[in-house]
């Protein structure tokens, strides 16, 4: 081997040993940006013939544990799915007051209950009249404020939904221009390592808004689809999604009651998205919060209907009409109906209507018995009306014997596609108990889930971290290798350098 065969392989050897000590620096520099990936790089042996020629680099790669990468990402989707469903029923958990402490829905119908039964022992007092309907307005505010809650939550998801579009086509957008880049690099015979590990960080975020599932091809491009398989735009050329904004009501619902969809090119995806933080926006628009608000309603109903029936209409609507049931959907008569309950009008303007009541009653064999009403000039100790409110609208019996109908449970909602989440009670207190029992245990399950998911994504990204991000002490020894072989090649070319030096002179 010739002295310019030793140089030139010491020559390649420096660039090579450069090459590979800017990876070092860049993976220390990157050692705490989020989805960063260690890069590494490789080499060959160079051989001509059967004489050795020194060493090429193959370019920098990234050490990444794949599988465990897409756990991580997985797990994010959970995790960020769960702080949304968990911040949402947060607004609502808090409305629905803690049980014993008489702010709770059975709390405020106890006290309506405490106020008729001080009625029912001197009927014509007067304060005690005006207790009664107090307490009413205590349980009607209390209904509309949980009605509230449920329909400001629903308003934020719809927000959400909108912002996490947005946000979704962005990173959509920029994961098909850094993989046209990565295509490009590839193509050129280039390392694509750098714009993998951007790629990677893209994907991240879009696994926060969303479910997602990620096809690498063979020549750097990337294909991103939801958990159900439906493709996403990368490119301009087949998108964006979109979506749009919409100011929601009890009475909306999705699809086909008033709420916009999640198009791509025209075709509505909203039902294939899962998981992230807009599919939890979704379940929480279209169906956790409408199930709470249905079954608020059909409390509400119940309420109204079962005071109405036994001769004293103290809850309705701001009309003084107590809604109807019987309609296909099952609430089509009151879906909404607790958001504009309150006193009957004619009572506020007449409290002795509490002690009289406010109409006769027919009667039937399978409901309430017959009531007459307490005539002008009648007596002022009457007591029917009161005896049959505590005995029968708020016990479990229209009459003695005959048990109030079973209510419905399924088919409820705007479009009559939502069920309560338990057994329907008999008593209006029992169902108060239970409908807050139901929907706090929604949120709890929801917040303790959530608790429970960001311990497993701690361990998870530390796991990544350690199988494929930066050691720093790893890194400070290939360094100290890697200045060694520097040294030694530049050695090397020093001497080659002397000889050529001394061979000249020798000529000369």
Do not use: C
């Amino acid at each position: 081997m010739g002295l310019d065969a030793a140089l030139s392989i010491a020559s390649n050897s420096l660039a090579n040993i450069q090459t590979r000590l800017s990876l070092v620096s860049n993976n220390v520099a990157n050692a705490a940006t989020p989805d960063y990936t260690r890069e590494t790089s490789s080499q060959e042996n160079l051989v001509a013939g059967s004489v050795g020629m020194g060493v090429r680099g193959l370019g920098a790669a990234r050490a990444v544990d794949a599988a465990l990468q897409q756990s991580v990402f997985a797990q994010s989707t959970t995790v960020s799915g769960l702080k949304t469903t968990a911040a949402g029923l947060a607004g609502v958990d808090a409305v629905l007051g803690t049980p014993g402490q008489g702010s709770d829905l059975g709390g405020l119908l106890g006290k309506v209950q405490d106020a008729f039964s001080s009625l029912m022992l001197d009927p014509s007092n007067g304060p005690g009249q005006a207790a009664v309907v107090a307490a009413a307005r205590g349980l009607t505010g209390g209904i509309g404020a949980l009605s509230t809650a449920y329909t400001q939550q629903r308003q934020a998801a719809q927000d959400t939904i909108v912002s996490a579009v947005d946000r979704m086509n962005t990173r959509l957008s920029r994961v098909g221009s850094l993989s046209s880049q990565i295509v490009a690099a590839r193509s050129a015979g280039q390392s694509s390592a750098d714009l993998e590990n951007r790629r990677d960080t893209e994907i991240h975020a879009l696994s926060d808004v969303l479910g997602i599932k990620t096809l690498a091809q063979p020549n750097g491009d990337m294909i991103v689809t939801t958990l159900s398989g439906t493709q996403l735009p990368t490119r301009a050329a087949t998108g964006p999604v979109s979506t749009s904004n919409a100011v929601l009501g009890p009475e909306a619902y999705y699809p086909g009651g008033g709420l916009p969809p999640i198009s791509v090119n025209g075709v509505d995806i909203a039902a294939r998205i899962q998981g992230g933080e807009l599919g939890a926006a979704i379940a929480l628009r279209d169906k956790t919060l409408p199930g709470f608000q249905a079954e608020l309603d059909a409390f509400s109903f119940s309420l109204a209907t079962r005071f109405d029936t036994q001769g004293v209409t103290l809850f309705t609507d701001p009309s003084g009409a107590v809604p109807t049931g019987g309609g296909s959907p099952t609430q089509t008569g009151y879906v909404g109906f607790a958001s504009i309950i309150q006193v009957n009008p004619a009572v506020e303007a007449n409290m002795t209507l509490i002690r009289d009541g406010t109409h006769d009653v027919a009667g039937s064999p399978a409901g309430p018995s017959a009531f007459t009403v307490n005539p002008a000039g009648g007596p002022a100790g009457f007591d029917r009306a009161i005896d049959r409110v505590l005995k029968f609208a708020l016990g479990k019996e229209a009459q003695s014997g005959v048990p109030w109908p079973a209510e419905a449970a399924s088919g409820l909602g705007p479009g009559g596609t939502l069920s309560v989440s338990y057994a329907m009670p008999a008593s209006l207190a029992d169902h108060a108990a239970v409908l807050v029992s139901a929907q706090a245990g929604v949120s709890a399950a929801a917040s303790g889930q959530l608790e429970s998911e960001q311990a497993v994504q701690t361990v998870l990204t530390k796991t990544l971290a350690d199988k494929s991000g930066v050691n720093m002490d790893k890194e400070m020894a290939d360094m100290i290798q890697l200045q060694n072989a520097y040294g030694a090649n530049a050695r090397i070319i020093g001497m080659v350098q002397s000889m050529f030096s001394q061979l000249l002179q020798a000529v000369q």
